[in-house]
């Protein structure tokens, strides 16, 4: 199987977040484009970032030490969404639920409630 190539859309969603919704393979390759984007909307202001992983296939180690990345440094908070009970999983066993704000993926036929203003 191809590793799926991993893209990041950035949305700004007000003065001081940001939403990073991302697509594909987090792994050794791409986490580097992750902490990339990150530093970008942070020099822009952006201080808190909601990192949206519904759609990641695959998330190695590499990953996982970019969300530690992105949570050190008081730069600001850094929330998970949409993430699998698989990288759940992950996160309880490596111990970084504890140092992440994470929202686990609604359970498959749950209504949608999140809306985006503007």
Known sequence: MRPQLLTI?????????????????????????????AAGVRADGHRALVVDLGGVGLCDS???????????????PVRLTGVSARLQQLLDRTGLAELLAVEQQPAAGAADDVREVG
């Open 62 to 76: 590499s990953g996982l030490s970019a969300f530690v990345v992105l949570s050190q440094g008081g730069a600001g």
């Open 9 to 37: 859309e950035v949305t700004r969603l007000d003065a001081g977040t940001a939403r990073l919704r991302l697509t594909g393979d987090l792994d050794f390759d791409t986490a580097p484009e992750l902490i990339e984007a």
